[in-house]
């Protein structure tokens, strides 16, 4: 069963065409990979599922539900989470305190100024979870513009988890790490999300990184869908590594 089901979809801005029509679906339980070059339109497509842009043309399904151009809290109330390539949410915050704000602001509580985060309970018990979930307990103290970089990314993870998604979106979750510290964040994504039964929906130029984790591969290429498939049928396309594959990690 399809559980996100995008149909179609086209943006352009100022004339420029970033998603020509592009259709997919992520089968629920499923590994699925979103690649290709830079300026393919992957973090533009990211965004219309996720409710940042409006398309202007074509649908987007979650959970056989019409969430076209639905505001991003609404999504992730849904079970739609992403966690963006960025570092340093809530730098002077602990680890534990972003993961009770974030925890609070997608169950649309109202955080009011003054009062303790801790007094909500039963934010900060999915935040502990979370935490755990990721390996971070030790960190929970530290402030987050402390964390190592590899402990960022699991921060952020954390704080996509604390939503209880069904579909976890991870955009280039190993952007700037070593490639010791990649084989550890891909084994450390494929045990969590595959132990908790999620889905994942993701984007990542680091081809080897791509072929390990996903089920199944969309390769996007000048806004367009270039191919479809498994890794094995990704890996023998000729289009695919002219336009992906061939330009290295």
């Known amino acids: 069963m399809a559980l996100l089901a995008v149909e179609e979809v086209q943006k352009s801005f100022q004339g420029f065409l970033a998603l020509a029509g592009v259709s997919l679906k992520v089968s629920q339980g499923s ?14 497509l990211f965004n219309v599922i996720t409710g940042r842009l409006t398309p202007d043309r074509g649908r987007v399904r979650f959970r056989e539900q019409d969430i076209t151009g639905w505001p991003t809290p609404k999504v992730a109330r849904l079970g739609l989470a992403i966690a963006f390539q960025r570092a340093q949410p809530f730098a002077s915050m602990t680890v534990l305190e972003a993961l009770t704000l974030a925890r609070l602001g997608y169950t649309g509580q109202t955080f009011r100024l003054f009062r303790p985060l801790a007094s909500f309970a039963q934010a900060l018990d999915k935040a502990q979870e979370a935490l755990g979930k990721v390996g971070l307990e030790a ?5 987050v513009g402390e964390l190592p970089l590899g402990d960022l990314k699991r921060l952020d993870v954390a704080m996509a988890l604390v939503a209880e998604p069904q579909l976890l979106l991870l955009d280039e979750p190993l952007a700037g790490l070593s490639r010791a510290e990649r084989h550890r964040m891909v084994a ?12 994942l929906l ?35 396309n000729a289009q695919v590594r002219a336009a992906f594959l061939g330009g290295g990690a």
Do not use: S, W, Y
């Open 31 to 44: 590994f699925h990979a979103l690649v290709g070059p830079n300026g393919a339109g992957k973090t533009t």
């Open 139 to 143: 960190q929970a103290r530290r402030p």
């Open 188 to 199: 450390f994504i494929n045990d969590l999300l595959r132990r908790e039964g999620m889905t």
């Open 202 to 236: 993701f984007t990542e130029h680091d081809t080897e990184a791509v072929l390990a984790l996903a089920d199944r591969i969309t390769v996007l290429h000048q806004g367009r869908v270039l191919a479809e498939g498994t890794p094995e049928e990704i890996r023998g």
